[in-house]
Antibody, heavy 121, light 107 residues
């Protein structure tokens, strides 16, 4: 079955960077785009960006531009999200989610299990 | 950026009752690009509805979606104990945004 398995929880100091991985299995990696979404404690969902695994074409949400980098490794079917210049406001659970596009519809399915990133001095 | 406003923020209902959740967009959204998700505590969201009215694989038929343009609705016809959760709408049109969520809690 399709699975997205993310890396483990991270604790970072303000100003540092964090890199979260999302290893995929059960489908053809290059056939689907991947999104990153985050959720601060007790808050809603916030879209961060999308990466196309074929050409590496990326679109970032405007508020993260300049601070986020999404990459992929086709040899291991893994996507990565790196966020720099961390502040306490970046404390959140970070999710990868596959873009399930069919018949000109789009939705996210499945989602990774989430990676908690805590930013604290 | 299209802003999605969900209402109410919290819905207090009893099992067996009908739940009606609203998602209003700041500008018109193509129905093809409107989805609904359910999230339970400590879990990732899961898709319920895509294309405004299409149930995802394995989703019970008590969940239904409707609407067009700027007004969309998720209806749960008879609440089961496992349906108490937070629900989010999402649009893929102009950029990509989520609504703020509606919490369905046990009354």
């Amino acid at each position: 079955q399709v699975q997205l398995v993310q890396s483990g929880a991270e604790v970072k100091k303000p100003g540092a960077s964090v890199k979260v991985s999302c290893k995929t299995s059960g489908y053809t990696f290059i056939s689907y785009n991947m999104h990153w979404v985050r959720q601060a404690p007790g808050q809603g969902l916030e879209w961060m960006g999308i990466i196309n695994p074929v050409g590496g074409i990326i679109t970032y949400a405007q508020r993260f531009q300049g601070r986020v980098t999404m990459t992929r490794d086709t040899s291991t079917s893994t996507v990565y999200m790196e966020l720099s210049s961390l502040t306490s406001e970046d404390t959140a659970v970070y999710y990868c989610a596959r873009d399930k596009k069919e018949w000109d519809y789009n939705w996210f399915d499945p989602w990774g299990q989430g990676t908690l990133v805590t930013v604290s001095s | 950026e299209i802003v999605l406003t969900q209402s109410p923020g919290t819905l207090s209902l009893s099992p067996g009752e009908r739940a009606t959740l609203s998602c209003r967009a700041s500008q018109s959204v193509s129905s093809r690009y409107l989805a609904w998700y359910q999230q339970k505590p400590g879990q990732a969201p899961r898709v319920l509805i895509y294309g405004a009215s299409n149930r995802a694989t394995g989703i019970p038929d008590r969940f239904s979606g409707s609407g067009s343009g700027t007004d969309f609705t998720l209806t749960i016809s008879r609440l089961e104990p496992e349906d108490f959760a937070v629900y989010y709408c999402q649009q893929f049109g102009s950029s990509l945004t989520f609504g703020g969520g509606t919490k369905v809690e046990i009354k």
